[in-house]
């Protein structure tokens, strides 16, 4: 199973994007059972949890993007979407997500997709 990122781009300051969690090879229930959470690396910094959503819908954001940023799910689809509104340069970075047991914005590993990269510059 894996999941794909989507939907970057380059955005002016107070912009909006909306990034997309494809996953792929899990079961409809499987799916269901998951946490999903973004995550996001700026440059020549680390990478640090931003969102996460649970699979009761419970979620959780950094509070640098709280308020701004807005994650949801579509298990039917089985999709995780984070809405990045008025955004601002310190935003950019490259964006990632994946599935977790439970949510955790301190989760880390080696293993990462390619991401999607954000870019926010007048």
């Known amino acids: 199973s894996q999941v794909v990122e989507s939907g970057g781009g380059l955005v002016q300051p107070g912009g909006s994007l909306r990034l997309s969690c494809a996953a792929f090879?899990?079961?409809?229930?499987?799916?269901?059972?998951?946490?999903i959470g973004w995550f996001r690396q700026a440059p020549g910094k680390s990478r640090e949890g931003i969102s996460c959503?649970?699979?009761?819908?419970?979620?959780q954001y950094a509070p640098s993007v709280a308020g701004r940023f807005t994650i949801s799910r579509d298990n039917a689809e089985k999709t995780a979407t984070l809405q990045l509104d008025n955004l601002q340069p310190e935003d950019t970075g490259i964006y990632y997500c994946?599935?977790?047991?439970?949510?955790?914005?301190?989760?880390?590993?080696?293993?990462w997709g390619q991401g999607t990269r954000v870019t926010v510059s007048s």
């Open positions: 090879g899990f079961t409809l229930s499987t799916f269901e059972d998951w946490a």
């Open positions: 959503i649970d699979k009761n819908g419970e979620t």
């Open positions: 994946t599935a977790l047991a439970f949510c955790s914005l301190a989760y880390d590993s080696d293993d």
